[in-house]
T-cell receptor, first 115, second 117 residues
Framework: AQSVAQPEDQVNVAEGNPLTVKCTYS??????LFWYVQYPNRGLQFLLK??????LVKGSYGFEAEFNKSQTSFHLKKPSALVSDSALYFC?????????????FGAGTRLFVKA | GAVVSQHPSWVICKSGTSVKIECRSLDFQATTMFWYRQFPKQSLMLMAT?????????EQGVEKDKFLINHASLTLSTLTVTSAHPEDSSFYIC?????????????FGPGTRLTVL
């Protein structure tokens, strides 16, 4: 079975500092990994995905994520946080070989960026 | 880019009534649509997977007679919450997968907030 863990309920960072939102996953096959952001009372917005290729994936709004197969992690990063980055972030995984097109979401991590 | 819309964006209804939520893919064809439920400050819980022209596949613990799903065309899926009760109050989000994008991410609608009085 596939699963996703986001170990931090909340991450606090000062504006201009780098940020990291952690994600680890478990799948039986090859993972397809995603990060989404959600603003209050809104649906999810896609940030980036890892399917294959380079382990460092660059996405929207200056975000990037690094796929680490040995650690089964896909942490979201940004070199310099903005106050407007404050939102709820979800990591998601899809096991294309056994999970079909079902995407499983982590519990979410709330990011607070202080000015 | 691919756009998914939901209607209504919010609805308030009396206990015992039924509510229909529409999910549309506006600029692509979606063979598969997904319905999620999100409680406050919690993650998205997959309720069912809807394939065009066939019966929906419900996740364990989701009552199919309570949450009726219809996917009659490649651009429209509907979720009907029958005989709604206050515990059904939640944020319902749909997503759609592009027919021609095998490895693509799902595109999410903006969500529908249901409040049952």
């Amino acid at each position: 079975a596939q699963s996703v863990a986001q170990p931090e309920d909340q991450v606090n960072v000062a504006e201009g500092n780098p940020l990291t939102v952690k994600c680890t996953y478990s799948v039986s096959g090859n993972p397809y990994l995603f990060w989404y952001v959600q603003y209050p009372n809104r649906g999810l917005q896609f940030l980036l995905k890892y399917i294959t290729g380079d382990n460092l994936v660059k996405g929207s709004y200056g975000f990037e994520a690094e796929f680490n197969k040995s650690q089964t992690s896909f942490h979201l990063k940004k070199p310099s946080a903005l106050v407007s980055d404050s939102a709820l972030y979800f990591c998601a995984v899809r096991d294309m070989y056994t999970g079909g097109f079902k995407t499983i979401f982590g519990a979410g991590t709330r990011l607070f960026v202080k000015a | 880019g691919a756009v998914v819309s939901q209607h209504p964006s919010w609805v308030i209804c009396k206990s015992g009534t039924s509510v229909k939520i529409e999910c549309r893919s506006l600029d692509f064809q979606a063979t598969t649509m997904f319905w999620y439920r999100q409680f406050p400050k919690q993650s998205l819980m997959l309720m069912a997977t809807s394939n065009e022209g066939s019966k929906a596949t419900y996740e364990q613990g989701v009552e199919k007679d309570k949450f009726l799903i219809n996917h009659a065309s490649l651009t429209l899926s509907t979720l009907t919450v029958t005989s709604a009760h206050p515990e059904d109050s939640s944020f319902y989000i749909c997503s759609a997968r592009d027919l021609y994008q095998t490895y693509n991410e799902q595109f999410f609608g903006p969500g529908t907030r249901l409040t049952v009085l």
